[in-house]
């Protein structure tokens, strides 16, 4: 389908689900709503709909609240979230655009003064939105306030053309996400009433006098919960997609011989095969429990940070924005290497994996670039190791850093290859290794400053090692999950077996891939580094026994797969073949050939 | 032109025409490079519209109306040389995506190998002028690398002296050959022969699939499009199923091996000739990571000296971001890596020429190593281009994910590389056995020559998996030959750990099959380490051949971030092996951070000397002239859902639904 094609199929399905949805009564946030949008791979227009609203309940007074939620329940507005502007993204204070208080008037006028403070890329705004939350700085009384939200209407809702003051359009093919209209705006001294300024933590009163309410970090609070939401929304169930196609498929595909008097084998047989997929897998039930923990703890938080008590918002804030980070950086990896371990035919649409890579890999940027959100999670891994090292201090570290003040070994006691299988070993393992990155790179920082260079340069100059130290230490959080998650499945001994065999592997498969880091104090001796290689390699033949139905228990329909490769009865050959068939390329004509290739073909007899 | 861009390149310590002259081979050679390239950047007749708002369907057009043109001018131009060709072609299709293409890079070579003079005679002069379309059908559906595993049979029939060409399952129906779909009008296909009740294995066959004047297809044959893909719009790869298909005797490939009239069967002489097409063609591909990886710096490069965010220090303006550590420990060692396989990809090229001419002379001796190499080679660069042009993709964060920037055509049009020509973990494996059957040699007292050489060393000093410090060398972490013979003890120890693996394997299996499969992670890794070695050793000598002292510094630094980076990336590589200490890898990471900023006032000049033109690059973020939010803009108003104010499915969706609620 083309580009405009997909669009209208994207809003004919939401305009479907949501009579559904009225009619059977689904609430918005409903467990029945989230089904029925993994079933449909969210492939829906209006998505930013919700992200709008979760700003509102986030930021708005709560008589915002009433004003404007209903009008959206009721799809009375369509709105969207604009915040990136074509010059400017994950750095807030850096946007451009202006929201100017108007004390005779009693108005905001929003204005984007550059070029590059037109705001890109935000969903919906393309075609679809109504209304946009714009974030731009606030001046009023003549001084600079800050990032604030406004709702500014954008398009008439009588015949739906832009209003006055708005430049609004696509911004053109992108890798996907061809059915959402992602939109630019540019807004000339557009005017709106005072009370479309998002006031749950800051106000302008009708002087012009500005009254700050919550914490400067309260501003983050909307992407905090969007990028909670969005991994177990979009961009997990992505990687897990890919793991059930890839493996499916690479027991119905034969090629060469394991020995010569066999018949071919199946490609899932050969040991490089299950080294390409079988990490994936492990990171895709990983991750599902890594999600849920994340929901868990952003639970508790919320509503005391609604209350106005921020004590928790620190750590949730660093956990969450490494959390993405790193969950979007595997799952990207992970979807390019199933792709890549289906051969030619994972190169195929057809296949359904280019469109689940090209979709997952849009996450390293949205909602924060993952560069930047580790470097978060590492500054905050910085005060509490600070913390940490004040004998004086009396407060508990938070949770997700407290390993920083427990004992430590300083070597491992592995003897055996099977000691390598113990949860708390490589709990532990992984804990002094974050540990000790995060020393060094808070070492490295001091060392920085104390030589006389400006606190901020040298924060630059050792973001490479702070990079290294947050992934560490999420990985850690990953692993501890991982194991906690096992524990609770006591009743179920089956399936904790084999998920617990997959635990495993991820921590393996984890130091594996770095083994230098645990080489590098000798916490980790050669000798155990083979140790571990060894469990590993042999962990792959023990998954590769449930493979299929490791993947089977994701549950995911064959239309919801869209793939001839990942499709349940592994009629693959068949469903290819049928698929081809049905290309445009072969039930339309060929211009071409009139055009050109014929042409081609009889010039050079005519010359004869 | 954009400020940030023209103070970058004032900056900058070298004069980028000069290293330009050393990428390109000698001054001549940029010269001759820049007048193609003019041809056809200024001809009119080569429209070059943005690709990125048409459709599949008007993507095939364009190329076919392109492949068209070009086959006119090249004659008009007097373009002969094969090297010279591919430029031309690589210059006005941008994205080197041609649906005639199979003909001149697969259909004319095989048929000048395979063919008998009297064969030649038939088809070439028609092929050549494209009365004859060809193409290539080798893949099936169900079978790939694994050639043996093919299922298309030509059964010989005596009477009438024909083939009878069959698909008799439907995985044996030939997928994926590039122009099958829609333009071709032969094939040579590879089937299995079966003559006088006997199966001989692969052999390869001239198939017209196409009528003459109508180019419809033949009774017999079932042809079509295999459907959308990741890239290649533009190509019509293709399926062909053969249902009792009868062709005359004389279009199987006879040079080598025949079929007589009766149905006797004579053998080929030696099967390594074959080799030949393979390696050019994975020699070629190393050449072209070079390429892609080139490219996709150049985009990212430019557009972070373009690009301003946050602060670094509070109260001043945004940096440029490529002043963030971040930003130059993602991108430069790209930039080496980059270079590193310019000169590896222009290696092969020079080692398949010189040993093709002691093949011409009957001497084979050379081909096994240049076939390990090339096969290894070519996984070893594609799959790190593959990661590479991504990263670079992200480090242009949002608007890399825009088709305005590139980056997402050149990925899925590079992505396949690691597929084609031999899936790369195959390839590997390949290389594996190489340097597994050298490594033998090597201990039944042999000696080995050439890239593998380092194994001769081996015996004498006793490697164990976990061995103490053994080596003899200090590591010097700022000389590259010091650094190349550190890649090389990591390259022997990983062979030997295979090898003892392998050896303890087929001991407690008895099946060496069963064993190499079990030991085959250990394999691809030292075949990887081979690979690294070889870069890091041709990077390293290639600095010595430089005289200009200006170029040789810059080359210097990239040459050392490239090796170092590598031991940083594989410390537990050179840790376990005791080839060097802990506080040498603290230094190696402290040296790549010193490397970034040494890099840094010279990357836009070392991007420049690539010489990619803008069309070529097909970006609004790398632009030569930094001007990239402007033209985003305009770029974006061109978009098809932009052509009316408002959408139509405004009226037929949204505007019911909101009235319905």
Redo the contacts between chains.
């Keep these: 389908m083309?580009?405009?094609e997909r669009?209208?199929a994207a809003?004919?399905k939401?305009?479907h689900i949501?009579?559904l949805a009225?009619r059977l009564g689904w609430s918005e946030d409903s467990r029945e709503l989230y089904y029925a949008n993994r079933s449909l791979s969210g492939d829906l227009g209006l998505a930013l709909q919700f992200v709008f609203q979760k700003a509102l309940r986030s930021l708005g007074s709560e008589e915002q609240i009433a004003k404007w939620d209903p009008l959206c329940n009721?799809?009375?507005i369509?709105a969207t979230y604009a915040q990136?502007e074509?010059?400017?993204?994950?750095?807030l204070?850096?946007l451009e655009t202006e929201a100017t208080y108007d004390a005779a008037t009693q108005e905001f006028v929003v204005h984007s003064p550059t070029?590059?403070a037109?705001k890109?890329?935000p969903g919906d705004l393309?075609?679809?939105a109504t209304h946009a939350l714009v974030q731009a700085q606030l001046i009023c009384s003549g001084a600079q306030q800050g990032m604030h939200a406004f709702i500014v209407p954008i398009r008439s809702?009588e015949?739906?053309?832009?209003l006055p003051g708005i430049t609004v359009?696509?911004?053109?093919?992108?890798?996907d996400f061809d059915h959402s209209?992602n939109g630019?705006l540019q807004l000339d001294h557009v005017r709106v009433p005072r009370e479309n300024m998002l006031s749950r933590f800051a106000q302008v009163l009708p002087d012009g006098t500005y009254i700050k309410l919550g914490t400067a970090k309260s501003n983050y609070l909307s992407m905090v919960v969007v990028r909670v939401d969005i991994l177990s929304d979009e961009v997990i169930p992505l990687l897990q997609k890919a793991c059930v196609i890839a493996i499916r498929y690479s027991v119905i595909?034969?090629?060469?011989?394991?020995?010569?008097s066999d018949p071919?084998a199946k490609v899932l047989?050969?040991?490089?095969?299950q080294?390409?997929l079988f990490p994936p897998l492990a990171k895709a039930y990983a991750f599902h429990f890594v999600a849920n923990s994340l929901l868990e703890f952003f639970h508790r938080s919320y509503s005391s940070i609604l209350d106005r008590d921020f004590s928790l918002l620190p750590e949730l804030h660093a956990l969450s924005a490494g959390m993405k980070a790193l969950v979007s950086d595997f799952c990207i990896q992970g979807a390019?290497l199933c792709?890549?371990a289906c051969?030619?035919h994972?190169?195929?649409?057809?296949s359904g994996l280019?469109s689940l890579?090209?979709r997952v890999?849009?996450s390293?940027?949205?909602e924060g670039?993952?560069?930047?959100l580790y470097?978060q999670t590492a500054r905050f891994l910085v005060k509490s190791y600070l913390q940490a090292q004040e004998s004086t201090s009396q407060r508990s570290l938070p949770q997700s850093v407290a390993y920083l003040t427990a004992p430590d070994l300083a070597m491992c006691p592995a003897q055996k290859v099977a000691d390598f299988l113990h949860p708390e070993l490589y709990t532990t393992a992984w804990a002094h290794v974050a540990a000790r990155l995060i020393k060094d790179s808070v070492h490295h920082l001091q060392t920085l400053m104390q030589s006389g260079a400006?606190r901020?340069?040298a924060?630059?100059?050792?973001?490479?090692?702070h990079?290294q130290a947050a992934k560490a230490h999420l990985y850690y959080v990953t692993v501890k999950i991982f194991t906690e998650a096992l524990e609770k499945l006591e009743n179920q001994p089956a399936i904790q077996q084999v998920l617990k065999r997959l635990c495993d592997l991820y921590a393996l498969h984890g130091i594996m891939t770095?083994?230098?880091?645990?080489?590098?104090?000798?916490f980790l001796?050669?000798?155990q580094?083979?140790m571990a290689r060894k469990a590993y390699?042999d962990l792959l033949l023990l998954i590769r026994k449930d493979a299929i139905l490791l993947t089977d228990a994701f549950d995911f329909s064959d239309q919801c797969l869209n793939s001839a490769l990942g499709c349940y009865d592994g009629n693959v050959?068949?469903r290819?073949?049928q698929?081809?068939?049905?290309?445009?390329?072969?039930t339309?004509g060929?211009?071409?050939?009139e055009?050109?290739?014929?042409?081609?073909?009889q010039g050079?007899?005519s010359r004869l | 032109m954009n400020q940030d861009l023209q103070k970058e390149r004032a900056a900058a310590s070298f004069n980028p025409e000069l290293l330009t002259h050393v990428l390109d081979g000698s001054p001549e050679n940029t010269r001759r490079r820049r007048e193609i390239e003019n041809l056809i950047l200024k001809d009119p007749d080569f429209q070059h519209e943005d690709l990125?708002?048409l459709?599949?369907?008007q993507r095939?057009?364009v190329a076919?109306?392109k492949?068209?043109t070009m086959?006119e001018k090249m004659r008009k131009f007097n373009i002969a040389d094969p090297a010279e060709i591919m430029w031309f072609k690589k210059l006005h299709l941008v994205n080197f995506v041609e649906p005639v293409g199979l003909n001149y890079s697969m259909f004319i070579p095989t048929l000048l190998n395979q063919g008998t003079t009297a064969q030649q005679e038939k088809w070439l002069l028609?092929s050549k002028?494209?009365?004859i379309?060809g193409t290539y059908a080798q893949?099936e559906?169900?079978?790939?690398?694994?050639l043996r595993?093919l299922e298309t049979t030509a059964t010989y029939d005596p009477e009438t002296q024909e083939f009878i060409l069959n698909s008799p399952t439907?995985?044996s129906?030939k997928?994926?050959p590039g122009g099958l779909?829609?333009?071709s009008?032969h094939a040579i296909v590879l089937a299995q022969l079966i003559t006088q009740g006997k199966c001989y294995g692969l052999h390869a066959f001239i198939v017209p699939i196409r009528e003459?004047g109508t180019?419809k297809p033949l009774p017999g044959i079932t042809v079509?499009?295999?459907?959308?893909?990741?890239?290649y719009d533009e190509m019509?790869n293709g399926?062909l199923k053969m249902d009792n298909y009868r062709i005359p005797r004389e279009n199987m490939l006879m040079k080598h091996a025949q079929v007589k009239p009766d149905g006797t069967y004579v053998k080929p002489l030696s099967n390594k000739l074959t080799y030949g097409t393979m390696v050019f063609i994975r020699s070629f591909l190393v050449g072209e990571s070079a390429r892609c990886l080139s490219k996709a710096c150049t985009i990212a490069i430019r557009y972070s000296a373009v690009?301003?965010?946050?602060?670094?220090?509070?109260g001043e303006p945004?940096p440029q971001i490529l002043?963030?550590?971040?930003?130059q420990?993602?991108l430069f060692p790209l930039l080496a890596t980059a270079y590193a396989f310019q000169f590896v990809g222009a290696y092969m090229k020079e080692t398949y020429h010189r040993i093709n001419e002691d093949i011409s002379q009957g001497d084979l001796s050379e081909l096994p190593e240049l076939h390990a190499l090339a096969a290894g080679l070519k996984a070893f660069t594609s799959w790190t281009t593959?990661t590479g042009i991504?990263a670079c993709r992200?480090a242009c964060?949002?608007h890399?994910?825009?088709?305005?920037s590139g980056l997402?055509n050149i990925y899925?049009n590079f992505?396949?590389t690691?597929?084609?020509e031999g899936?790369n973990?195959v390839m590997m494996?390949q290389t594996a056995r190489f340097l597994m059957k050298s490594y033998d040699q090597v201990h039944s007292g042999k000696l080995v020559c050439g890239m593998v050489s380092y194994l001769n060393d081996l015996p004498s000093q006793h490697i164990q998996?976990?061995q103490v410090a053994v080596w003899p060398t200090v590591v010097d972490i700022n000389s590259p030959d010091s650094l190349t013979e550190a890649y090389k003890l990591r390259a022997a120890r990983l062979v030997e750990i295979a090898a003892k693996n392998l050896q303890t394997e087929v001991i407690h299996r008895k099946?060496k099959?069963?064993a190499w499969?079990?030991?085959?992670?250990d394999l691809?890794q030292a075949s990887e380490a081979h690979c690294h070695y070889v870069a890091v050793k041709l990077f390293s000598e290639k600095l010595l051949q430089i005289q200009e002292k200006s170029i040789q510094a810059v080359l210097r630094n990239l040459c050392l971030l490239y090796s170092l980076y590598g031991i940083?990336r594989?410390?537990?590589?050179?840790?376990?092996g005791?080839i060097m200490t802990?506080s040498q890898?603290t230094q190696v990471?402290e040296r790549i951070?010193e490397l970034l900023t040494v890099i840094r006032p010279d990357a836009v000049a070392l991007v420049d000397a690539f010489d990619f033109q803008d069309v070529t690059l097909g970006s609004v973020l790398g632009r030569y002239d930094g001007n990239v939010?402007?033209n985003?803009?305009e770029?974006?108003?061109?978009?098809?859902?932009?052509k009316t104010?408002?959408?139509?499915?405004?009226h037929?969706?949204?505007?019911?639904?909101?009235s319905?609620?």
Aim: hydrophobic share 25%.
């Design positions: 083309t580009q405009n669009y209208e809003i004919k939401k305009f949501q009579m009225q009721k799809l009375q369509l990136t074509l010059g400017h993204g994950t750095y204070q850096g070029l590059t037109i890109w890329w393309g075609r679809s809702l015949d739906h053309s832009p359009g696509d911004i053109g093919p992108k890798m209209d630019f595909r034969r090629q060469s011989r394991l020995r010569p071919e047989d050969y040991q490089t095969q080294q390409k390019e792709r890549r051969g030619g994972g190169y195929s649409k057809l280019p890579v090209t890999t849009a390293c940027t949205y670039e993952n560069t930047v470097l400006d901020h340069e924060w630059n100059q050792t973001t490479v090692i990079l770095n083994t230098g880091d645990f080489l590098h104090d000798g001796s050669g000798a580094i083979d390699l050959y068949e290819l073949f698929w081809a068939q049905k290309s445009p390329t072969n339309q060929n211009p071409a050939y055009k050109y290739i014929r042409p081609l073909l050079w007899r | 990125n708002f459709s599949r369907s095939y057009e076919v109306r492949s068209a086959v028609s002028g494209l009365e379309i893949t559906m169900g079978h790939g690398t694994h595993g439907v995985t129906i997928w994926w779909g829609k333009t009008n003459f180019h079509g499009d295999i459907g959308p893909k990741f890239g019509d399926y690009r301003h965010q946050s602060e670094i220090t509070p945004e002043d963030y550590q971040t930003q420990y993602k593959n991504e992200m964060g949002g890399g994910y825009s088709h305005c997402p899925v992505t396949p690691c597929t084609f899936e973990t494996l998996p976990q099946s099959e069963v499969n079990l030991t085959s992670v691809v940083s594989n410390a537990g590589d050179f840790l376990q005791s802990e890898i990471n951070k939010y402007e985003l803009f770029w974006a108003k061109k978009s098809p859902l932009n104010e408002v959408h139509e499915s405004y037929k969706h949204l505007k019911s639904l909101q319905k609620l």
